[in-house]
């Protein structure tokens, strides 16, 4: 069985991340790509409301924007088996040709709601690989001591560049319009595919071996070997949490134009949209130190303080103390996306990593269009303030449970997982040989 590590010495391997130069095609790539879909989802959630005037179609544009994370599920076998370069660079492609018809419609008088409604899926679908991709890629071009600063270094660039890009994105709307974005959005997708091209990405076995059975019949066999991993762990009850508070995290983004525009406009807009990425960016950079902290009583405390600065952002009197708190409430999230990715490395085989990413991304974040989807047209009926007060209750949801859940709240620090913690079983056939309960052996 190969493995996913780099080849070299060991003085190789303990070397500096950023001398990695695989690693820095991939962030990189990740940097200017993640651009780009700030920039396009910023630019169209603004058209649909400003053509339309209405928080539920609004909601149907986001949630459609979010349709990945219901069918994460079934890129994971995809990516397991298939070369991670074309994929990559293919996803990049498709995406700059498809957000150039945006500005040539606007050019021409042809820019409608229902043409950015249609396009919306073909965008969506291109980024279907990422999450999947990632966290498989990055076990094959990085040392096993080096996972938790890949994936905080990974982290910081995609939700710092959320921040910058979604605040910049509401700021370029009002001072030149929604159609410049689509223009430098194609040029960010360009760069990526050069950046990915020239990584030199080390195969599994699963790439390299003839398929023995049908395409179908693998994937689903790839897809009931993922889920049977997880099932009967503690794996489901934090997909559970998540789910709850990403259905929440849905209806907030469904209404938050509407939100901007109550407190100012487009720019007020992305500076929401930025205080998110700030937090969360914080967070993913904070996340490291806390590598030693247990796990559960981290994430009990850390998300039900989360949910009372949520509660205060909505509330607040200022403008200013509402971007504020409202970034704050988001840090938890960052923490925590970073600890997951990690946790996530250290328990699972690399050569099925991709599977239970999407299996475990689909099962929890699925609600995050549905959260869209309602949260549009509840707003219509209760108002905008009321509905983003109440989204509130995921983060404080996911904290509660995890305060009153014995196997969560004594969870361990993520240093100290391994398949034992979760009392995960990998028998030979699907990819491992022992399990020391430490690290994954193969």
Partial sequence: MSTHRPSGTPSETRSSLWKNRNFLRFFFGQFVSNAGDSLYTVAILWFVYELSGSTALTGI?????????????????????????????????????????????????????ELIIVLIPALS??????????????????ADEQLSRSNSALATV???????????????????GATALFLADSLTFAVAGVLFTGMMIPSVDSENEAPAESALTAYVSDLRSGIDILRGTLFVEMMFTTAVSNFAIGVAL??????????????????????????????????????????????????????????????????????????LAWVAAGVNGVLMSTLNQRVFPENLLGRISAIKGTASMATLPVGSLVGGFVAEYIGVVTTMGLAAFGFGFVGLYFAIRPGLRHLPAVADVGPSTFDIRVDSSQGTDTLDGGEVRK
């Fill in 125 to 142: 679908l291109m980024t279907l690989v990422n999450a999947p991709i990632q966290s498989t890629l990055v076990p094959r071009i990085v």
């Fill in 158 to 176: 995609t939700l710092g560049l959320d921040m910058v890009f979604d605040a910049l994105g509401g700021l370029l709307i009002a001072v030149f």
């Fill in 61 to 113: 544009a986001n949630s459609l924007l979010l349709l990945p994370f219901v069918l994460q599920i079934i890129a994971g076998p995809i990516v397991d088996r298939l070369p991670i370069k074309p994929l990559l660079v293919g996803s990049q492609v498709v995406q700059g040709v498809v957000v150039l018809v945006l500005p040539l419609a606007a050019y021409t008088g042809q820019l409608t709601v």
């Fill in 254 to 327: 469904a209404v938050l134009p509407a939100f901007g525009t109550d407190l100012g406009g487009p720019a007020i807009y992305g500076l929401l949209l930025g205080a998110i990425g700030i937090g969360r960016m914080f967070g993913s950079v904070t996340a490291p130190s806390l590598n030693d902290v247990p796990y559960g009583r981290l994430t009990a405390v850390s998300f039900l303080l989360s949910a009372l600065l949520w509660v205060g952002s909505v509330y607040s009197p200022s403008v200013v103390l509402t971007i504020g708190l409202f970034c």
